[in-house]
């Protein structure tokens, strides 16, 4: 079993940055994939980014260029720095881990407006 526990979110103009933290209660280094997702309002849940254990990276097409994910193992924890966000940046983002077994965090909630 493993809790995530998602940080760092809030309400931020267009153009403005900010940095999700994921924080795993226990090792993420054996977990396969470890990443992030979200879903807006009347939306399907859409991947934002992944990163494969050895350090390969997936972002979905909403992320590239803008958003970088990154883990820091030793603390056991995933970011997800998002830059030059824009309105339809705004939703719920859940930070993910895969291994034997898939975890989600509670989500955390995003809002890009004026």
């Known amino acids: 079993q493993i809790q995530l526990v998602e940080s760092g979110g809030g309400l931020v103009q267009p153009g403005g940055s900010l940095r999700l933290s994921c924080a795993a209660s226990?090792?993420?280094?054996?977990?396969?994939?470890m990443g992030w997702y979200r879903q807006a309002p009347g939306k399907q849940r859409e991947l934002v980014a992944r990163?494969?254990?050895?350090?390969?990276?997936v972002y979905g097409d909403p992320a590239k260029g803008r958003f970088t994910i990154s883990t820091d193992n030793g603390k056991n924890i995933v970011y997800l720095q998002m830059n030059s966000l824009k309105p339809e940046d705004t939703a719920v983002y859940y930070c993910?881990?895969?291994?034997?077994?898939?975890?989600w965090g509670q989500g955390i909630q995003v809002t890009v407006s004026s």
């Open positions: 990163i494969v254990n050895g350090g390969d990276t």
């Open positions: 226990r090792s993420i280094a054996s977990m396969y994939v």
């Open positions: 993910t881990a895969i291994g034997a077994q898939s975890y």
